[in-house]
């Protein structure tokens, strides 16, 4: 079964996009942060990372950062969700490592079919 660990400050947003991926038949962990995902992922390495931009403590570009540069967790797919529409920050977000870069307010199937993408 595939896990995949969201980060983003928001509960409801954290809530909705669990919801979204325990219906697609996945396991889902949540962090609030980048630094609880990073204490997380060291602990257990999920299969996939779905991570907000704008978050406190360690923000997404930061773990995404962290995630693609640590030879342990490099394989790990990270989609950055965030509201953070502008191409450049499409494009940062891209040069950080992140494999998808999905903008809020998004269509549900749009975050599961590429969840399923990067799992194949």
Known sequence: MTTVLIVDDSSTLREMIAGLL??????????????EAQKMIE??????VVLDIVMPNMNGYELC???KNS??????PVIICTSKGEEFDRYWGMKQGADAYITKPFR?????GTVKQLMR
């Open 65 to 67: 950062r962290w995630i």
């Open 22 to 35: 325990l219906k697609a038949g996945m396991t889902v962990l949540e962090a609030k942060d980048g630094l």
């Open 71 to 76: 030879p342990a967790t490099k394989e790990i």
């Open 43 to 48: 602990a257990a390495p999920p299969d996939l």
């Open 108 to 112: 549900p199937t749009d975050l599961i």
